[in-house]
């Protein structure tokens, strides 16, 4: 699965001896080194774990090998080193979007602070869920009745970027870690306006965040066309790849048995139905993000929304001269269709954005990872941001998909009554969210009664997806309506008033 992205240096290590498997595994290698610059430029070989080797019975089941499912074993592994853990991944840990992302470890999330206000306003915690001064509060409750739980939330998610470098730092992980904030580029009027109003918004919410004129954002990185930007702290660029197979080492070191190439076809209360097998167990995490429609009773949960990902040669010393970056800063401007870069630690250009195509049913195949016009658009606006770089080589080019709830809100919870969990819907804003659904899971998993029980976002539940084909026509219209918002912008200079229907649709 995924997109070839070129020759490239051969994994160290000795192969199997003679025979079909020796014969295998360089291929299966490859496969998955294709899927991402990330996992193409890891040094270990990509050869999948032992599947599940029959019916098992276990404490807790983790289905999905990515951040959500690796980071709750992790802590449940810390936390109560004699439970029986298995982890169980289709394909081998990292496949899916935890090995392909933009790599941004970021304090965002995708809900807007008033939606997460008005969210606990409504008193919508989840198991134990301790809402603050919601008792009494009228029905009809507005945002700032939320205010205290929105900025609990706000620094649960500064503190999951902290714990990400903790992570790192004492299990000796290197995710090519540098933490150099997020800036946002007004690079029109219209952005901007957009910019300038979002920080005062985010500021309102307890966010970090700072105004940075012209020159102050040349200091740091020099793209075209600047007119200001916003810059927010408490975000680090890494290396997903390394970042999420080093979880997958740590986990085994604690105990927990990952088991690869082993397929989940059903979910249900004390039992995962696979491939390899039947996996009982008291309680069954649901970790699958935008895999989780290929899930029976699923497929209006989640949609899979394709993002797509280029990369540059590593650019030389000259390049970068021009360019600055030298604080790793993660960079986005004030678009519709989202954009982000980074920096590499091994000195490219990683850039991406949204654009492809949501396919009818909610979809989800390798071929979608690919799309030349979505490629050729994000080319293009890579060399309009860095003219310097816009000779570079790319020598990358992959996507894949991310899960959306149809509120845009993320969530974690556990049905005590059923022993189900789930943990997902961070619409593409998940390295450091995903870390503190993990650690949030496991403290409900234990019983723990901690702060993070009695987060906003814990139980919460989003809406049902429209049946098709109502769901392929609102989507693919929403990524209609961001195009056309930012040609708009292009060509007046001012705000597109077919922008608020975005808000709108996407739950802002």
Known sequence: MGQPVGPGPSAPGALPGPGPEAEEAPARDGRYRSVSLWLHGLEEPLLPRSPLPGDTQVDVAVVGAGFTGLW?????GALEPGLRVAVLEAEIAGFGASGRNGGWCSALFAASWASVARAAARGAGGPGYRAGTSVGRPPGAGAEAGRPEALAMQRAMVGAVDEVERFCRDEGV????????????????????????EMEEDSRWGVDVRWLEPGQVADRVRASRV??????????????????????RVVEGKGVAVYEQTRALRLAPGRVETDRGLVRAEVVVRATEGYTPRLP????????VYSLMVATEPLPP??????????????????????????????RI????????????????????????????????????????????????????LGVPRDWFPSVGLERSSGMAWAGGYVGDGVAT???????????????DTDLVHLPWVGHRSPPWEPEPLRWVGVNAGRWLARSADAAESRTGRPARRAALLSRLTGG
């Not at 503190?436 to 234990?446: E, N």
Request: proline share 6%.
């Open 72 to 76: 709750t074993a992790y802590y449940l």
């Open 174 to 197: 290197d995710a090519r870690l540098t933490r150099g904030g997020t800036l946002s580029l007004a690079r029109s009027p219209a952005q901007l306006t957009r910019l300038r109003r």
């Open 227 to 248: 007119l200001g930007a916003t810059w927010r702290p408490d975000c680090a660029a890494l290396d997903p790849a390394r970042l999420v197979r080093g979880l997958a």
């Open 297 to 304: 009773g699923m497929r209006r949960a989640l949609i899979p």
């Open 318 to 347: 000259e390049v970068w001269k021009e360019l600055g970056w030298e604080g790793r800063e993660t960079l986005t401007d004030g678009r519709h269709l989202l954009i982000y870069a980074q920096r590499t630690g091994d000195g």
């Open 350 to 401: 990683a850039f991406g954005g949204r654009g492809a195509p949501y396919h009818a049913g909610s979809g989800v195949h390798p071929s979608f990872d690919r799309d030349p016009a979505t490629f050729a658009a994000l080319e293009a606006a890579l060399a309009d941001l860095f003219p310097p770089a816009a000779g570079a080589a790319i020598t990358h080019r992959w996507g894949g998909p």
């Open 434 to 448: 995903t870390n503190l659904a993990g650690r949030t899971l496991a403290d409900l998993i234990l019983g723990r």
